[in-house]
């Protein structure tokens, strides 16, 4: 994993938590918790809906954590599964869903089956997934993703340090960044993502 630019990995999360420190704290899904329901990234005290972007209050609505402003993060690079590596800055033009998890996380693999669904329905639109595999080999991932199938992006981070990097220490972790690689929201925990109401907002989004 490589991150460019001026920042230490550590600062890229202090950024994205400054965002939330006016918020109320909210205790995160453990790792190794069931797939119960998603625990979000807190969510901002009351801001002039004049000021809000137009996709705040969906997203709000399906769990998540929406910063007040998109986050401009320095550019990043992992391993992908399939060999090679792609950077967050190569996606330009496309809505992001980063995705850290692991294989042993009951709430990852309750969460992965409706990541599938969603990348076959948008992967034609400017849309992507990256799913970074937190802390394990390539040989386990390799094992696991073959036997179950999924076909969507998946990529390593065995050092942990971009999950560190992106506050991941409780996983499933996940941000979704807009077509000009800016992070615009994140959410802690399981959640479906086939569902309509996600599947068109996110939709929307890479039209924009």
Do not use: H
Not at 188 to 205: M, N, W
Request: overall charge positive; proline content about 9%.
């Amino acid at each position: 994993m490589r991150i460019k630019g001026l920042f230490a990995p550590t600062l890229v999360a202090a950024l994205l938590l400054s965002l939330a420190a006016c918020a109320r704290s909210a205790p995160a899904t453990p790792a190794s918790a069931g797939p119960g329901p998603q625990t979000a990234i807190p969510t901002p005290v009351a801001q002039s809906t004049a000021a809000r972007p137009w996709y705040a209050d969906r997203l709000e609505k399906l769990g998540f954590y929406v910063f007040p402003e998109p986050v401009a993060v320095p550019d990043f690079s992992a391993e992908a599964l399939k060999g090679g590596s792609l950077s967050l800055s190569a996606l330009k033009g496309k809505v992001v869903l980063l995705n850290f998890w692991a294989t042993w996380c009951p709430p990852c693999r309750a969460e992965m089956p409706s990541i599938e669904a969603l990348w076959k329905k948008l992967k034609d639109k400017p849309f992507t997934v990256m799913a970074v595999s937190v802390g394990e080999d390539k040989g386990t991932v390799a094992k696991f993703i073959a036997d179950q199938k999924y076909s969507y992006p998946i990529f390593l981070d065995p050092s942990s340090a971009l999950g560190t990097a992106f506050n991941a220490e409780s996983i499933p972790t996940t941000y979704l960044f807009d077509k000009q690689g800016r992070a615009i929201a994140g959410i802690k925990g399981s959640r479906e993502y086939d569902g309509p109401d996600v599947v068109a907002l996110f939709g929307e989004l890479a039209a924009k």
